[in-house]
Structures are given as C-alpha cells and as structure tokens.
C-alpha cells in the first residue's frame, strides 16, 4: 500500500518536471521561429508570408532612373564655335601698343587727360606741349584709328552685317572707313581755315575735335574687350553703354569748342549746329546706310 503511494507521487512529480521542461522549449522555438522571420525578411521574404521581395518593382517606381522604358537614340554633333583665338592675340596687341604709348609718352598721356578734364590752370601751356609733339600726336592719333576700327568691326559683328567674307579684310575694310572719314575731315577744316581766313579757329576745333578722339579711343578698350569675349547679354550692356559714351563724347565736344571759336568768328549756336549735322553726324548717318543696304 504504502509502495503503491510512494509510486504515483514519484510519477506526479515526473509528469510537472517535464511540464516545467517542455515550457521554456517551447518560448525558446518561438523567439528562434520570430528571428529567422526577421532574416528571411532582410534576404527578401515578407514577414507573414511566403511571397519574396520584388526588386523590379521597385526599380520601376523609381522617379530618377528610367531603368526599363524605351530606349532613345539621339545623334551627337560636334560644337560649331567660332574661334576667338586670332581675336585674342589682336586685342593683346592693342593693349601692348597702349602699353608701349603709356610708358614712352608719360607726360603726354598724362597732360592728355589733364587738359580733357581740365584739372590744370595752366590749360595754354599745356596745349602748346601736346600740340609741338608731334610724334605723339600723330601715334595717338594711330591708336584712335585702330581702336575705333576694332570697335566698328565688332559692332559690324553683333548685328551680324558681312562686309566681306574673309574677317581680316572687314576688319581692314573697316579702319580705313575711320582713316578715310578723319583725314578727309581734317584736310577739309584746313582748307575751309585757308579759304575763309579763319585758321586760329579751325586750328583750335581741329584740336579739340582729335584730343576728345584720343581720349576715346583710350575709353573704349574695356568696351572692345567685354564685346570681343563676354556673354551676349553682358555684350549688349558693354555695346549700349560703349554707344552712350560716344554720344556724350560728341555733345562734350559741341560743348568744348564752341566757346573758343565764338571768341574768334563770332559764329552763332544754331550755325554751329549746322556744321556739326553736316560734318560731324551726316557722314556717320552715311556709312551706316551705306552698310545696311549693301551689306
């Protein structure tokens, strides 16, 4: 009796044993069961199914690659850019001939702008200087004609007016247009001084007319530069400006040289006006008709 007792409690306590074992197995599956869900979900398996991940739909809902559309063909052309190489070289020579003209002239140049802006007392004095040097006069007289052409050719350019095919003979074509209109200008003061008898006064305008040219074709190198190499739009502010300065430069000259030869001829305002519309703004009005309708 007592042994049959002994017996079932022994098995009793067997039975909760394996109770108390089999319990923590059972949590120990389940946590490895939910890790390996947590693996197959980085290898590409979606928790609580059995479906795998699918890249391409995810490729073909990207916004930034078109990875699966149709293929588009397009035929590459080289660029057809104009080389300013050969322009380059010839506004460094202009600047190298200032260069040359600032240094061996010092106080020419100087006195040029001087008188121009008239910051000396002494503006007679300073007169008779720059007109006896004759070799400076006549080298910065060079340097006005060849600045003024290079502008021309590049304004010639920009409104894309072709004067000849060939770009060495515009630009030729076009400092002779500026040579040819000042020394005929020049030789016609002379003889109007001669015929008329009123040399003091010519020789004062002649003066006046090619010191304002000589500060003008200093002027406009940093304008020649921005329209040889800048972009279209700073270009056209350089051109509008550039054309804003000449035009003040000329109504500065009206307004410089009519005093002096009123002083010699006693020439009226609107006489004097007269001359600077036939002398002064026809022949411009000229070439630039001459160059729209045959060019």
Known sequence: ????????????????SALVIVKPAIADSLKADSIFAKKDSVTGVIPGSTRPFDKRTVLQS?????????????????A???????????????L????????????????LFRLFFRTTLRQSQVKEQLVQSQLSNLLFNIFFFIASGV????????????????????LGTCFALITILYTVKFAV????????GIKPAIETYTFIVFLVN?????????FIILMAFAANNIAKIALTLSL???????????????????????????????????????????IYKVLLKYF
């Open 1 to 16: 009796m007592l042994f049959s007792v002994v017996t079932v409690f022994t098995n009793a306590q067997v039975k909760d």
């Open 62 to 78: 990207n916004l930034f690659f078109n990875l699966f559309g149709k293929g588009e063909y397009k035929i590459e052309e080289f």
């Open 80 to 94: 057809s850019g104009e080389r300013k190489d050969w322009l380059f070289y010839l506004m460094l020579a202009l």
């Open 96 to 111: 190298f001939f200032l260069a040359i003209l600032r240094i061996s002239y010092h106080k020419y140049f100087n006195n």
């Open 151 to 170: 502008y021309l050719f590049l304004l010639v350019r920009y409104y894309d007016i072709s004067i000849t095919s060939n770009k060495w003979r515009e």
């Open 189 to 196: 003061l002379k003889a109007s001084g001669w015929v008329f």
């Open 214 to 222: 000589k500060v003008l074709g200093v002027l406009l190198i940093p």
């Open 244 to 286: 804003l300065m000449i035009v003040s430069m000329f109504i500065y000259r009206f307004v410089r040289s009519y005093l002096p030869i009123q002083n010699d001829i006693k020439v009226s305002r609107f006489h004097f006006f007269l001359y600077l519309c036939a002398f002064e703004i026809t022949p411009l009005l000229l």
